[in-house]
Nanobody
């Protein structure tokens, strides 16, 4: 069992920045292909935000966040980060990190992820 813990959410004004973190609860390595970030706004389906390959650091982004969000990893700390800049009201959502276990699905497909964190709320006031 892998427990993922997100942190860093909060309330920010439009145009502001937040940095989300994701780590394993035990501090152990992810032992995975990579990590992904997803978000779910009230009344909407969960959607892909960004992903990073654990070994080579290749990144993938949703079109809606390209140029504003940056996903990165710190192998020594077994942590993944999501730097969110130029935040918009429509970025308001609960953000989840998840462990990717399969390349059968694209990085943006939830079916390729097995363990999920509990989520952290991001609220952007307009």
């Amino acid at each position: 069992q892998v427990q993922l813990v997100e942190s860093g959410g909060g309330l920010v004004q439009a145009g502001g920045s937040l940095r989300l973190s994701c780590a394993t609860a035990s501090g152990r390595t992810f032992s995975s292909l990579g990590l992904g970030w997803f978000r779910q706004a009230p009344g909407q389906q969960r959607e892909f935000v960004a992903a990073i390959n654990w070994n080579i650091g290749r990144t993938t982004y949703a079109d809606s966040v390209k140029g504003r969000f940056t996903v990165s990893r710190d192998n020594a700390k077994n942590s993944v980060y999501l730097q969110m800049n130029s935040l918009r009201h429509e970025d308001t959502a609960v953000y989840y990190c998840a462990r990717r276990f399969s390349t059968w699905y694209s990085a943006s497909d939830e079916r390729g992820y097995d363990y999920w964190g509990q989520g952290t709320q991001v609220t952007v006031s307009s």
